[in-house]
């Protein structure tokens, strides 16, 4: 069984930085694709970012310049580094992949 768990969520002022990592376990990130997500509240979930098994990675545009999201495959994680977060910001992130999904890691923007 596959399980994703994420961390490093929290509160941050505007303006402030995150960096969300996401453990895999059950399956081997080498060689296979990821994404992550966010729900906030009252909203439907929002695509974030993608990174795929040939190497590549997307962004939505919404988060373009501020969210990067890398690998690491040693250690079979994932992680999102959120800059310059805005109020907006604010929800429960997710990584999802191996047709399973985190339970969430809340993130709350604000002074």
């Known amino acids: 069984e596959v399980q994703l768990v994420e961390s490093g969520g929290g509160l941050v002022p505007p303006g402030g930085s995150l960096k969300l990592s996401c453990v895999i376990s059950?399956?081997?990130?080498?060689?296979?694709?990821m994404n992550w997500a966010r729900q906030a509240p009252g909203k439907g979930l929002e695509w974030l970012a993608g990174?795929?098994?040939?190497?590549?990675?997307l962004v939505a545009d919404s988060v373009k310049g501020r969210f990067t999201a890398t690998r690491d495959n040693a250690k079979n994680t994932v992680y999102l580094q959120m800059n310059s977060l805005k109020p907006e910001d604010t929800a429960v992130y997710y990584c999802?992949?191996?047709?399973?999904r985190g339970q969430g890691t809340q993130v709350t923007v604000s002074s």
């Open positions: 999802a992949g191996f047709d399973a």
């Open positions: 059950g399956a081997a990130l080498s060689g296979s694709s």
């Open positions: 990174m795929y098994s040939n190497g590549e990675s």
